[in-house]
């Protein structure tokens, strides 16, 4: 991909930023440089939620946020995580959702090069307390952490009908 098809792509996805406060054309280079040039996948960004959109102009992006630490036991919660993927290959991502650091669940991904990769995945809810959400990027030489999330369940409260 050459390097002004990149410069596109970035454009739609930050043109907020740009209006509000433009970066240097040198923090562009280097973006673009990592972008083409780069090998760790990055977490830009990750939300808990209860649905994605799964249409319109807010398609594949959290239609309701939920708060982290008062999930629901029982419940079927997401999380949502907006990656930025640099490369020309694929890269290779395990998610391992652990409790009392136990991994009790665990999902791998394979995400293709994109600066705005979004996915999402069902958080387990069946026990209450503290989880860890544990990223991972498998390299040759075994897993690179790229980010830990937390989350909390709590018991589920029964509603006055």
């Known amino acids: ?7 596109l792509l970035l454009a739609p996805f930050t043109a907020p930023a740009f209006a509000a406060d433009p970066p240097s054309p040198a923090e562009v280079r280097k973006v673009m440089q990592y972008y083409q040039d780069g090998s760790d996948v990055m977490l830009v960004e990750s939300k808990f939620c209860t649905e994605v959109e799964k249409a319109g102009d807010n398609k594949n992006e ?6 982290a ?4 036991e029982g419940s079927r919660p997401l999380v949502w995580m907006n990656f930025f993927v640099p490369g020309s290959d ?52 075994g897993y690179r952490p790229v ?11 029964e509603r006055a009908e």
């Not at 959290?62 to 708060?67: P, R, S, V």
């Not at 395990?94 to 650091?101: A, E, R, S, T, V």
């Open 62 to 67: 959290c239609a309701e946020e939920i708060n």
């Open 69 to 72: 630490t008062t999930i629901e």
């Open 1 to 7: 991909m050459n390097r002004y098809y990149s410069l």
């Open 147 to 157: 980010t830990t999330l937390s989350y909390s369940v709590v018991e589920k409260v």
């Open 90 to 141: 694929s890269a290779n991502v395990l998610i391992q959702f652990k409790h009392k650091g136990k991994a009790l669940k665990s999902d791998e991904m394979s995400l293709s090069n994109a600066i705005r990769y979004r996915t999402w995945k069902s958080l387990p809810t069946s026990k209450t307390g503290p989880w860890e959400i544990a990223v991972e990027q498998e390299t040759a030489e």
